[in-house]
C-alpha cells in the first residue's frame, strides 16, 4: 500500500484556510475534539470484531465508556487493499487518558 502526501494550507483550528465559514455570528464551525480509530478488513464481521474488542480493551482501560460520537463504515477497492473500514470517531481526551490522570490527581489530592 502506498502512502501519498499532500500539503494542505490550514489556520490554527485545523480547518482548510479556503474553507467557507458561516456568515451569521452565532454560526461557527466548532472545534470538536474527536479522532477516528480505524480497522481494516477484507472480511467485515472480523473487522467489526476487532473493533469491538478493542472498544471493550479501552472502556476497561479507561475505566468508563469511551465517549464514540460515530461508526463509519467504508470500502476500498484498490487492488491490494483492505476491503472493509470501520472506524469508530473516538474523544481524542478519552484516548489520551484525561479521565484516569483526573481521577489519580483527586485521588492524590485526598491523600
Not at 1 to 7: D, F, G, L, R
Not at 14 to 35: F, I, K, M, N, S
Not at 68 to 94: F, T
Request: hydrophobic share 40%; net charge negative.
Amino acid at each position: 500500500m502506498s502512502e501519498k502526501t499532500v500539503a494542505l494550507t490550514l489556520d490554527e483550528a485545523g480547518l482548510a484556510t479556503d474553507l467557507p465559514r458561516p456568515q451569521h455570528p452565532r454560526d461557527e464551525v466548532q472545534q470538536v475534539p474527536y479522532r477516528p480509530v480505524q480497522f481494516r478488513d477484507d472480511d467485515l464481521p472480523t473487522a467489526l470484531e476487532r473493533s469491538a474488542a478493542w472498544l471493550r480493551a479501552a472502556q476497561e482501560w479507561l475505566g468508563e465508556p469511551l465517549d464514540v460520537i460515530a461508526v463509519h463504515l467504508d470500502y476500498d477497492d484498490r487492488a491490494g487493499s483492505p476491503y472493509y473500514e470501520v472506524k469508530l470517531l473516538c474523544n481524542e481526551e478519552d484516548l489520551a487518558g484525561a479521565p484516569l490522570a483526573v481521577q489519580r490527581a483527586e485521588l492524590d489530592a485526598q491523600r
